[in-house]
């Protein structure tokens, strides 16, 4: 094997998929998952078969990739602004799959009617509430304005989204599905009140998913529980054996530590594969699930500083798995994935929706 080199282990993510499928089937919620983080067909093919009722995309272009290769029901869960080139690749879009959109104000709502023109009806939308992570997305109290203004300009008003982004931090989840259930309840209630019926109300991410229920949310949309990172394995949300994504890396300098320091090894992985994402709280820039008392301490754009402690350090030319904190990052950095089962090269899958950001 050729270093760096990201590896997906499909006995592990096989099991995430039929995990969290599972899960939200035994709550009487619907999963839609978000590709954004895999980017790949043959994962996406393996979620739908486990009983996904269709995928969350990023783009527009996302949803493109995803729709070349089977898949009949997309949601671009972002408030989209809507230029005429736009406009004609979502009405091509919606020739092969049912295609939703988001609208977070009046005005992209109209926008988005202007642009698709006649053909309007053809495109769902759902309006994006703001939970608490305050990135997109409006106040409960302006959704029914969105959708009258989205119905009155000839849109089909599907229902509701949120994103609880601010489960991603120690300790955080819970409230996050509170704020996430209440948001969506209050704004569920005023469409029902203003004669919208059979809203679908989509929330969830992947630390707050084992948490929702169906008491006001009917669909989920996690994207990292297929293949876990370092983040979820520091918040709790998975085990290191969860984690079916890692880079493969090889120790190509070391350095005992002296005065007490610890010992320091440098591995061929580095920002331009693990991706340089860390939040406040995070112990490092990776884990390693094989020495979790490591930690990747800095990173440039092509290497690894581990410190290390406890055990003796590895020889040059060690193999070493590294977990990336943020595994959407690493996905989107190469060309294509190996494959394995039980340690032996199944297959190279190509990273199909890589850069498609529009």
């Known amino acids: 094997m050729v270093t760096p080199d990201v590896v997906v282990d499909l006995t592990v993510l096989e099991r995430n998929i039929a995990t969290m499928a599972r899960s939200t089937r035994e709550r009487g919620l619907s999963l839609r998952p978000h590709a954004k983080t895999h980017k790949m067909p043959q994962i996406a093919r393996r979620q739908i078969a486990a009983g996904a009722v269709g995928l969350t995309v990023a783009t527009i272009g996302e949803a493109e990739v995803f729709a070349e290769h089977g ?73 029914v304005d969105i959708a009258r203004a989205a119905t009155e300009a000839g849109l089909a008003v599907t229902g509701l989204f949120t994103f609880p982004g601010h489960s991603y931090g120690p300790d955080a989840a819970s409230s996050a599905v509170a704020d996430e259930q209440e948001t969506l309840r209050r704004a569920a209630d005023s469409l029902r009140e203003a004669g919208y019926a059979d809203l679908e109300l989509s929330g969830g991410s992947t630390p707050s998913a084992s948490l929702a229920t169906g008491a006001t949310l009917t669909e989920l949309r996690p994207g990292v529980y297929v ?72 990173l440039s754009e092509h290497h690894a500083t581990v410190e290390w402690s406890g055990a003796r350090m ?12 943020h595994v959407c990052l690493t996905v989107n950095l190469v060309d294509e994935v190996q494959v394995v089962r039980d340690g032996v090269v199944e297959d190279r899958w190509p990273v199909a929706a890589r850069g498609r950001n529009s």
Do not use: M
């Not at 919606?94 to 309007?120: C, F, I, N, P, Y």
């Not at 590895?314 to 904190?325: D, I, S």
């Open 71 to 143: 898949a009949t029901d997309l949601f671009i869960a972002y408030p989209l602004w809507v230029d005429q080139q736009a406009a004609t690749r979502l009405l091509a879009l919606a020739e092969r799959a049912r295609l939703t959109v988001g609208a977070d104000s009046v005005d992209g709502a109209r926008q988005l009617a202007r642009a698709l023109g006649a053909s309007a009806s053809r495109i769902a939308v759902r309006v994006e509430l703001d939970s608490g992570h305050h990135r997109s997305g409006a106040c409960a109290t302006e959704a």
């Open 227 to 298: 293949f876990g990172d370092a983040q979820q394995w520091e918040l709790g949300h998975c085990a290191p054996e969860d984690i079916a994504l890692t880079v493969h890396s090889t120790v190509v300098s070391r350095r005992p530590g002296t005065a007490g320091q610890a010992d320091r090894l440098v591995l061929d992985a580095g920002s331009k594969v693990l991706g340089s994402d860390r939040a406040a709280w995070a112990t490092g820039y990776g884990r390693l699930p094989d020495h979790p008392e490591a930690r990747v301490v800095a």
């Open 314 to 325: 590895p020889p040059l030319g060690t193999r070493l798995r590294v977990v990336p904190n």
